[in-house]
């Protein structure tokens, strides 16, 4: 069965604008997370969503956000883009949240901000 | 101010050597380990998790040891090839409560695998 999509793989964009990246998950996953890797701070956690609702979510500023829908596809936003925002962002699915399940990952978004 | 780079630890072994990494985790409440492999350009790729009520798990030459008294992970990977070439991370995650889904990742360690 096919894994985890993120589209799209590569994006270049202006300070000052924003980004919306698109997940989607494993079939019959219904969780999806994600996570923001650069050379500087490693793999963070951003959010994670399970039914359509944010459960939890990472110390990082409200010009991130996201979204699920009823199918479990996730997308993630980024407004006023800064240069410290160029990063690979990683979305990762599992079954459910909370359990002992293994998440997988897509193969990420790399944003360049310039 | 400019961003310092994460100094993440190396190993290099020959091709046919037996690899062990190594990884500190934080929260004593962490109770679902994971160990993912990452190529370059590629997402996570998970090799194997355990769980916080085994020390001892393993896989196809894979093996991962945790012992929870000092908050220490490791993986054993047997006959190490060129291709176990990545960057491998510990992640930890408490199951149930709050923290749902969520996954603390370690700095990762470089391995490189000498033919």
């Known amino acids: 069965k096919a894994g985890v999509t993120q589209t799209p793989r590569y994006l270049i964009k202006t300070r000052g604008q924003q980004v919306t990246l698109s997940c989607s998950p494993i079939?019959?996953?219904?969780?999806v997370s994600w996570y923001q890797q650069t050379p500087g701070q490693g793999l963070q956690f951003l959010f994670e969503?399970?039914?359509?609702?944010?459960?939890n979510k990472g110390n990082f500023p409200g010009r991130f956000s996201g979204r699920q829908f009823s199918n479990s596809r996730s997308e993630m936003n980024v407004s006023t883009l800064e240069l410290g925002d160029s990063a690979l962002y990683l979305c990762?699915?599992?079954?459910?949240?909370?359990?002992?399940?293994?998440?997988?990952f897509g193969q990420g978004t790399r944003l360049t901000v310039v | 101010g400019e961003s310092v780079g994460l100094h993440l630890p190396t190993l290099s072994v020959q091709e046919g050597d037996n690899s062990i990494i190594n990884c500190a985790y934080s929260?004593?409440?962490?109770?679902?380990f994971i160990w993912y492999k990452q190529e370059s350009g590629k997402g996570p790729q998970f090799i194997i998790d355990i769980r916080s009520n085994m020390d001892k798990r393993q896989g196809q030459r894979v093996t991962v040891l945790l012992n929870k008294t000092v908050k220490h992970l490791s993986l054993q990977i047997a006959a190490t090839q060129p291709g176990d070439s990545a960057v491998y991370f510990c992640?930890?995650?408490?199951?149930?409560?709050?923290?749902?889904?969520?996954?603390?990742f370690g700095q990762g360690t470089i391995l490189t695998v000498h033919p």
């Open positions: 992640a930890e995650k408490i199951a149930g409560g709050t923290s749902y889904g969520k996954l603390t």
């Open positions: 990762a699915s599992s079954l459910v949240p909370g359990s002992n399940t293994e998440a997988f």
């Open positions: 929260n004593s409440a962490s109770d679902y």
């Open positions: 079939s019959g996953h219904r969780s």
């Open positions: 969503y399970f039914s359509e609702t944010q459960r």
